[in-house]
């Protein structure tokens, strides 16, 4: 047989056999990790709730007007335990108060409006002349005490048995008292956490209904700030109307103001004004309701809220949680909207501590900004006056603490609901309108309270606008904030409220630009290099926004200040500092130092320049050495991790002027250090528990930090939408926006060092990603190992790029 016989007869063999033989099935692609079910059961409530995270473990809704959450005491009736009411460590409770801020760094932080307090006795003295909080209070244990996305629940050592539920505006809330107890609920009207002008509260037995409101404000009114009559905050700025209605009769009421206590009273009136200890003690209105509990002690309580009429407080409570309604109704609905919240962003294949701490994560960044608007769509101005949302808004929103919120948490709420952030944006633009055109760093509701330093709401807009966020008045917006840092506005030449609390925007323009730097002495603010880092970053994140939406002769005019920070880098220190008007430096430099600065030092506020990390490493002399510099920020000069906080010279995780410092790495060239602090920082300063939080949560920024920790990506710079690389700790991401695009991450393990990246299946050597995938959707792959890789996305080419 010649060999190609031999050949075709081998093969025509070979395929007989094949034919015969059954077929081999080719191997399937391994399925996906699947994604959690129920991310509301991941969230604890109580994360945050001691250790000055300042969170609380209450009920609320997504973006809710009403966050229903008990008020500690330690003994004094004019203060609190913790910034917004409640400290786990703390377990006496003098009511449970219908609204709180998520995680306010001021103390008390503001809020906690018209404390409720079941109480089993008999009201023979008034609550308000009980000062040291020893009569009208109750302890509790913590073994009775739970809490989910939406409820609370806690049996008091009194007796009584309190479970609360909330929607966007109202609440409902189960009484159990012991059966034939003297059984009462007392509304505190007066006694919002900062204090109050005034308060009101009516009873109408006949139609079981207790209304009432109170007139206060306050956000940091305690801080001296150089003298008492200096702190613009000192004020009243709302007014907070309540509607309660319940199941059963009244067998009696009663009010009092001060010291003097009324039976069978059904109307008062008095505030407590805005001190604290002996100057507010025993001042202050309220009323109660008692109930006969001879045949059962369940009482059952609705109640609306509304920043605008105790109408509006009555309709939101009916058309939220009507009579037919009950807890676990209004608990099912509004864990079910934490669901679909959660839900936008999930994860898979995680250990069961992180996925925990993840979604509380989460549940913590989208509490806040609040929903402000009755459903009849009309809402509290910043000047006071009532307006409606615009056609097409669906809501407007209120409480931006745009210090903290610009640097993570803005980032995470436009990357999940862009529709929200434009709606958000639309409300601030508004407010800065009725505030005569001055858009304020910190709003509570609408209001401005000057807290804090730069221009936040400059580079909150242009990130909105980068990240997608379009259902705005965009052209007004953009309008309104370059002139306000062009144009000098009049109280931008106080010092009213200084230091902390600066009236006005843009402290000192004109000689802001004259100089270009803010000058430490001159400035009107809280710290001159300070304030130059913040509105160079402001100015450059407007120059973004400007070339987004062609207006090329704003974005030329507004780029080159992005770089006034580089007159107050002293390159004979090598760090930021203050800077005198007549140009010389601050006498007594130390990089420990917090002259010129606002809660931080030079060491931190050094870093603070994410716009221009290439810049910064050359006044550093180099990439290297900068990395190297970087390596000190984070470690002792043993070489120990150093990133809890706690000492001047190092990485602190508990507030955010450093919080981007981690991924600087990724810019100078060795992304494998930025992994390894990332995942340091992730598994060291943030937990589950209580204690969870490395510091103030500031409306959801710390907790949004970590969201992006967890998913291995991190905004580049604020105005833009690049986002850094780390390393995910879960398996798998899936985020679905609300404007339709899905982005993926997929990673081979849990470890920490990224080995490879491929975007949408090709290989990609950048540590960053292009705005294409948030505004396209993609998939990234990360390979990750134990060890570091230190020759991936370090050539100079392919380094984030600043400009």
């Known amino acids: 047989m010649s060999r190609a016989r031999a050949a075709l007869a081998g093969a025509v063999g070979a395929v007989l056999i094949a034919t015969l033989l059954p077929a081999v099935p080719a191997a399937a692609a391994p399925a996906p990790v699947p994604l959690v079910e129920d991310p509301a059961s991941y969230v604890d409530p109580f994360v945050g709730t001691t250790r000055g995270g300042n969170t609380w473990p209450g009920a609320t809704r997504p973006f809710g007007m009403i966050a229903w959450s008990p008020t500690n005491t330690t003994g004094d009736q004019t203060g609190a335990p913790a910034s917004n009411g409640y400290d786990y460590n703390v377990t006496k409770l003098r009511g449970f108060s219908l609204t709180h801020v998520n995680g306010a760094g001021c103390s008390p932080g503001a809020a906690g409006d018209v404390p409720i307090m079941p109480f089993v006795g008999d009201v023979t003295t008034s609550p308000t002349a009980d000062t040291r909080d020893q009569r009208y209070v109750s302890t509790f244990s913590h073994a009775n005490e739970s809490a989910g996305p939406g409820r609370y629940t806690v049996g008091l050592d009194n007796g009584v048995r309190t479970d609360l539920a909330v929607s966007t505006r109202a609440g409902i809330g189960d009484f159990s008292f012991p059966a034939g107890s003297a059984a009462n609920l007392l509304f505190r009207t007066s006694n919002s956490l900062n204090g109050s002008e005034d308060a009101q509260i009516d009873i109408d037995a006949a139609t079981r209904t207790v209304t009432g409101s109170v007139l206060t404000g306050g956000f940091c009114g305690r801080r001296g700030n150089g003298g008492g009559a200096t702190n613009p905050n000192r004020r009243s700025y709302y007014r907070l109307y309540f509607s309660a209605v319940f199941d059963r009769d009244f067998a009696r009421t009663g009010t009092w103001q001060n010291s003097t206590i009324t039976p069978g009273g059904t109307t008062a009136t008095g505030g407590e004004g805005y001190l604290t200890g002996a100057d507010r003690a025993g001042k202050g209105s309220g009323g109660w309701v008692g109930f006969d509990t001879a045949a059962g002690g369940d009482v059952r309580m609705r109640v609306g809220i509304s920043y605008v009429s105790r109408a509006g407080a009555a309709a939101n409570r009916d058309a939220e949680v009507p009579d037919t309604a009950t807890v676990d109704s209004v608990a099912a609905a509004t864990r079910d909207a934490w669901n679909t919240e959660l839900g936008r962003i999930g994860v898979g294949g995680g250990t069961e501590a992180r996925t925990k701490a993840f979604y509380t994560a989460v549940y913590h960044s989208l509490m806040q900004p609040q929903t402000m608007n009755d459903i009849d769509g009309r809402y509290l101005g910043a000047d006071l006056r009532v307006y409606r949302i615009r056609p097409g808004q669906q809501a407007a929103y209120g409480t931006f603490s745009g210090w903290d919120q610009y640097r993570a948490q803005i980032q995470l709420l436009a990357l999940l609901r862009p529709d929200v952030a434009g709606d958000m944006a639309q409300s601030m633009l508004d407010f800065a309108t009725q505030n ?117 002769d704003l974005y030329r005019q507004l780029l080159p200040r992005g770089d006034y920070w580089k007159n107050t880098f002293n390159p004979a220190v090598g760090y930021q500092a203050a800077r005198r008007a007549d140009g010389s430096w601050q006498g007594g430099f130390t990089p420990s130092t917090d002259v010129g600065f606002a809660q931080g030092a030079s060491a931190t506020y050094t870093w603070m320049v994410p716009q221009d990390v290439s810049g910064l490493a050359t006044l550093m002399g180099g990439r290297s050495a900068a990395a190297t510099r970087l390596d000190a920020f984070f470690h002792d000069e043993s070489g120990n991790w150093a990133v809890l906080g706690g000492n001047a010279l190092r990485y602190d995780p508990t507030n955010e002027p450093g919080i981007h410092a981690p991924w600087l790495y990724n810019g100078l060239g060795q992304p494998w250090k930025t992994q390894a602090t990332v995942r340091q920082i992730v598994d060291t300063a943030y937990g589950t528990g209580p204690g969870g939080l490395p510091g103030n949560d500031d409306l959801g920024t710390m907790s949004s930090w970590y969201v992006f920790a967890a998913i291995g990506l991190f905004p580049q710079v604020p105005g833009r939408a690049e986002l850094l690389l780390g390393s995910p700790v879960f398996s798998r991401v899936v985020i679905d926006r609300s404007n339709g695009v899905r982005l993926t991450i997929n990673a081979s393990s849990a470890d920490t060092y990224v080995q490879g990246v491929k975007l949408n299946g090709s290989t990609l050597r950048r540590s960053w990603l292009p705005e294409s995938y948030l505004q396209l959707g993609g998939t990234v792959t990360f390979t990750l190992g134990a060890t570091a890789n230190t020759t991936w996305a370090t050539a100079g080419p392919d380094l984030p790029k600043d400009h």
């Open 436 to 552: 005569n055109g001055v858009w304020d760093r910190w709003l509570h509701l609408g209001a401005p309270t000057h807290v804090m330093t730069g221009d936040p709401a400059a580079p909150t807009l242009a990130t909105y606008y980068a990240m997608g966020a379009r259902d705005f008045d965009v052209d007004a917006a953009l309008a309104s904030l370059v002139k306000q840092a062009t144009v000098q506005n009049p109280d931008a030449l106080s010092d009213i409220g200084c230091p902390g609390q600066c009236l006005g925007q843009r402290p000192t323009l004109a000689t802001y630009l004259a100089l270009k730097y803010a000058a430490n002495d001159i400035c009107h603010c809280w710290g001159g290099a300070a304030e130059t880092l913040e509105d160079s970053l402001a100015d450059f994140s407007l120059a973004m926004w400007a070339r987004r939406a062609g207006r090329n």
